[in-house]
């Protein structure tokens, strides 16, 4: 089956019981056992619910992985997958992540003894001397949060496993639709279902999708004694989003590239960061390696902060907030509000300015967005 129908029907069988077409939402917290641990495959929702089963079901056939996973956010995910890292393993992660990422490396770093390391990964010479002597696991993003960059899955994976590390790879701005890292040679897929996946602004939920059986149950170990699940009915709000995820993210990535180009064109603007212009430096590896660019654009005003300020308060079709990925345009200011973690200074090397703006273009009619953005850069 291609993609899309994929969305609709692998992994989603009708309900067994009574044949609805959608997933029912079981919110029991518990089962009944016909003796003791003797039971139907479920005996504590926080081990295991029928409708979170599907959704990873799901979730494991369009990631082209053996298992998945869900939690309660991306970060929930997260801290699960460094629970299995005991301390003074070594991680080397990617230079530009999310805000939220990098916080919780420096506390399990400060806190547990987790070495970490980030590096440049679109520089592969750098990346293989990161390397050195060893490595328990490479963390990527690509593209990247906020100023998407990206990482060529399979130099990467094969440096890494070359060095005995295991490779997971955030794929939440990219999404299965368009990238799918495990048959790039990834191990471990992350994401945060609140984005592209749930589609619509309306839950919280994370995921990971595992290459092999084996890591599968240790995490699934981890995922129960942890205890970041979501519930039953975000499970089924995910469900419902991944059904129209293929027709959402060519409706978002036309308007993304709608916007790109009328910013591209404007002398107020130092630099627009969008893998689908012919100007972004890795433009040649996103069309090898994705079949699309995504629904994010990153932009530079000159004028700094006070440029940003005029501009956000000229919108009027894109809303000012955190997230993205739903059916709506967000904006937001990476180093007031997702990255406000992050030093100035370490976020300011990388590039994430005072100036610099992501926008989530949602499925609105791509000429509004366009209009939207002509129309706040006229008033810098």
Request: net charge positive; proline share 5%.
């Amino acid at each position: 089956m291609r993609f899309d129908t994929r969305l609709i029907h692998s992994g989603q069988p009708a309900d067994p019981l009574t044949g609805a077409v959608n997933t029912p939402i079981y919110l029991s917290s518990t089962f009944k056992q016909s003796a003791p641990n003797r039971n139907r495959g479920y005996v504590y929702s926080r081990t295991a619910n029928p409708t979170r089963s599907v959704l990873e079901a799901a979730l494991a056939s369009l990631e082209s992985g053996r298992a998945g996973l869900a939690f309660s956010s991306g970060l929930g995910a997260l801290v699960t997958l460094l629970e299995a890292f005991p301390s003074g393993s070594r991680i080397v992660a990617m230079d530009d992540l999310y805000g939220g990422t990098w916080r919780l490396f420096e506390h399990h770093r400060k806190q547990f003894g987790l070495r970490v390391d980030y590096v440049d990964m679109r520089d592969l010479a750098a990346t293989a001397d990161a390397l050195r002597p060893s490595a328990d696991l490479v963390y990527v993003e690509s593209p990247t949060n906020p100023l998407l960059k990206l990482v060529d899955l399979k130099a990467v994976g094969r440096l890494a496993h070359a060095a005995g590390a295991a490779v997971a790879v955030d794929n939440t701005f990219a999404t299965p639709a368009l990238q799918r890292p495990i048959e790039s040679g990834a191990d471990i897929v992350l994401h945060s279902t609140t984005k592209y996946l749930g589609g619509h602004s309306d839950i919280l939920g994370g995921a990971l999708v595992l290459k092999e059986k084996r890591p599968a149950t240790e995490f699934a170990w981890l995922q129960n004694a942890v205890g970041a699940i979501p519930s039953p009915f975000d499970c089924f709000l995910v469900l419902r989003g991944l059904h129209t995820l293929g027709v959402r993210m060519r409706a978002h990535e036309a308007g993304a590239r709608a916007v790109a180009e009328v910013l591209a064109r404007d002398g107020r603007v130092l630099r627009v960061l969008y893998p689908g212009l012919a100007s972004h430096p890795q433009h040649a590896l996103a069309r090898r390696q994705m079949s699309g660019y995504g629904g994010i654009v990153s932009v530079e005003l000159s004028g700094g902060i006070r440029a940003a300020r005029r501009f956000l308060k000229r919108l009027r079709v894109f809303t000012l907030a955190e997230s993205l990925g739903g059916v709506e345009s967000l904006v937001d200011h990476p180093a007031t509000m997702t990255h406000a973690s992050v030093p100035r200074a370490e976020r300011e090397a990388h590039g994430v300015t005072d100036g610099l703006l992501r926008l989530s273009c949602g499925i609105e009619d791509p000429a509004d967005l366009a209009d939207d953005v002509r129309s706040a850069l006229g008033g810098l």
